[in-house]
């Protein structure tokens, strides 16, 4: 595919126009790219990259004002995020698809219901009572518990657990050795008459209910609620490595990245935004569409529509400030030094 079609399929406008007979034979990023690869900018900040790509073309937004390289052409579109989404297509093999059917090797429990076109790959395991919707792929070593339900095209990938009893809607996806449905983190202490400590596990007897069109990354574990339920909110999106505890409820359209932890009984509303490795303390409300940057430590509710940062988290250009204290005040001492060298020059002047 030349660069004159892909411009065209992207309605986007090449520059220069006479590049338009290149061959573009694959994608790559902008530091990746050889000289017959497309590439995109969406984050500004990478500007510079384009001046040293390798690649034939990159696919840019109307505010890019940087420098390109003699032999890199550019296709200018409303967003390259969405334009490169739609190219990619046509350069990578396409998705595995899964022929319906259960896999000699799996084991079924009794009084299991699938729907139709389902398929359940090489020694994955299906408890009794499950019901299952239409088209869902479950693949190989995947474990379901007794009695859980899940609606129509639902995926879960290989070695992912759920645990007895929860309930998924429609069109969720679970990536390799996610566990949904764990117990949560309950023990209670007591002292025994001969002074020892006593350690007792409290029972998990809730479920976690992940709603419609929820997608959850690689390692994730999601534990099943004390009592009630754990909840996810539907079009939530959870990263990799996230600990998500007991009768948690996330809103929907959320998005947490990985490494978050979110302890018990917080409550996330919709559209809340929790960057990397943020942590959350339990019994919390975090208001809608509130945002949490990076390496940040929730330890009291957060109102509607912040954005917050800081261990504690406070709002964000507060956060920022005491960040940057430290340095300001290393450059006042600085500066209060030389003030104190040119007053003692001056008294010796003055003597």
Known sequence: MNLKEIAEFVNGSLVPPEKG?????????????????????????????????????????????????????????????????????????PPLTYKPGIHPTAVIGVDVEMGPDVYVGPYAVIGDGVKMGARCVIEAHVVIGEKCQLGDDVHLCPMVSVRERCKFGNRITIHNGTVVGSDGFGYSTSINPDGSVKVEKIPQLGIVEICDDVEVGSNTSIDRARFGVTRLGS?????????????VKIGSYCGVVSQ?????????????????????????????????????????????????????????REGMKLIMMPKQIDRMKSEIEALKAKIKELEERLK
Not at 235 to 247: A, E, P, Y
């Open 21 to 93: 007979n290149i061959e573009i034979k694959g994608v790559a990023a902008l530091r990746d790219a050889d000289k017959d690869d497309l590439s995109f900018l969406t984050n500004l900040k990478y500007t510079p990259q384009v001046g040293t790509t390798n690649a034939a073309a990159v696919l840019v937004s109307p505010e890019f004002k940087g420098d390109v390289h003699n032999d890199t052409a550019l296709i200018i579109v409303d967003s390259p995020d969405k334009a490169f989404a739609k190219v990619l297509p046509m350069f990578v093999p």
């Open 235 to 247: 079009s939530t999106k959870i990263d990799n490595l996230v600990q998500i505890g007991h009768n």
């Open 260 to 316: 978050c932890g979110i302890s018990g009984s917080t409550h996330l509303g919709n559209g809340v935004m929790l960057w990397g490795q943020v942590g959350v303390a339990g019994h919390l409300n975090i208001g809608d569409r509130a945002e949490v940057l990076a390496r940040s430590g929730v330890s009291k509710d957060l109102a509607a529509n912040g954005r917050y940062f800081g261990a504690p988290a406070v709002d964000a």
